[in-house]
């Protein structure tokens, strides 16, 4: 079979589930993890003959696209933050929101801390790891420990930090009964915030193939992580400290009136203009 072929098989076999340009990235997508060729390379080798592996391999890529399941599920990374990362059932797929959430992190920590201070970061409910990776990277010198209550999203996360050479300590517990040891510099934190009422909203993709436990409160309140960060926060945040929180885009001004207390509290709204993050300065 030529790749020709084989594009003309996807577009067809996919064309109920998606438009266009979506099927025609997802093209681009696979093209580059199984054949190694970008867009240019992939118009460029339309009549190149396919050996039977990479038919095989966009065969099964094209029933579980039918399923529902999540292109980077099938192939078992994401890209986020100009970084590639593992990916399974057992984490959330990192989103841009999360993208913004660490770029307004970075550029306040940039400007706020010295470039050698060694600072303490505390990440709640790490999944797959992307938010301390990220910030080790750009925070060589900081002291970042990340907990999450799935061993399974650890073992991902514990993956993506040997894969991009970063020292994280991680730490298997539930946050919402856990003590915090010492002080911190930074908290920054995306738990679980979609409400009870608000599951019939998530799509089915979301439903059926990411972890309730990353996405859904563990409890009628859907602020519950936020306000135990909240009461942590005024224990463990040092002096002149910041929380980064990414936030339930309904639920802002509630989310924001818990921290009220502080000297400096943020609503920021993300790049489709639904209130997104709260960051807060001690």
Known sequence: MKLLELHSIFKQELSELYDSSEISCLWEIFGEHYLGLDKIGLRQSENTQLPSQPIVQYTEAINQLKSGKPYQQILGEADFFGMKFCVNQHVLIPRPETEEL??????????EFSEQTEIKILDIGTGSGVIPIVLKKHFPNARITSIDFSKEALAVAKKNAERHHTEIEFILNDYLNYT???????????????????????????????????????????????????????????????????????????????????????????????????????
């Open 102 to 111: 660490l770029d307004y992190a970075i550029k306040t920590i940039s400007k």
């Open 180 to 282: 915090l040891p010492t002080h911190y510099d930074v908290i920054i934190s995306n738990p679980p915030y979609i409400g009870i009422e608000e599951v019939s909203e998530i799509s089915d993709t979301v439903k059926n193939f990411e972890p309730h436990l990353a996405l859904f409160s563990p409890c009628a309140d859907p602020l519950v992580f936020y306000r135990k960060i909240a009461t942590d926060a005024k224990h463990h945040l040092n002096n002149g400290g910041f929380l980064f929180l990414e936030i339930n885009q309904k639920l802002g001004a509630e989310t924001l009136a818990l921290y009220k207390y502080f000297s400096d509290a943020q609503l920021i709204k993300d790049l489709s203009n639904n209130d997104r993050m709260i960051i807060v300065k001690k």
